[in-house]
């Protein structure tokens, strides 16, 4: 299955924290994280190179952190201080022999 997997999101109160984790049963490479917010365009959220660098959206500098699991081709994305600008879908891209696959999301809520 070439499709990632989102799991982890869910409703938070401002300030709060949330692990999302992607994972995809063969090996393609999981280049990074975006996000949906309703009504706007998805955008980048945290962006893997070739290099191993790791590149984040202005918005999100500080407070996510993402990672990888080579080993169980997963990724994950640690997000803390949780705004309600946050609130969106997340989606997983990866890629492979020159396509993108896309995961089907998960939703984050950021409300008190």
């Known amino acids: 299955q070439m499709q990632p997997v989102e799991s982890g999101g869910g409703l938070v109160q401002p300030g709060g924290t949330l692990r999302l984790s992607c994972s995809v049963s063969q090996t393609i490479f999981l280049a990074g994280w975006h996000r949906q917010a309703p009504g706007k365009q998805r955008e980048l959220v945290a962006r893997f190179t070739s290099f191993g660098t790791t590149t984040y959206a202005d918005s999100v500098k500080g407070r996510f952190t993402a990672s990888r699991d080579f080993a169980k081709n997963t990724l994950y994305l640690q997000m803390n201080s949780l705004k309600p600008e946050d609130t969106a879908d997340y989606y997983c891209?990866?890629?492979?022999?020159?396509?993108?696959?896309w995961g089907q999301g998960t939703q984050v809520t950021v409300s008190s």
């Open positions: 891209k990866g890629v492979s022999g020159g396509r993108e696959y």
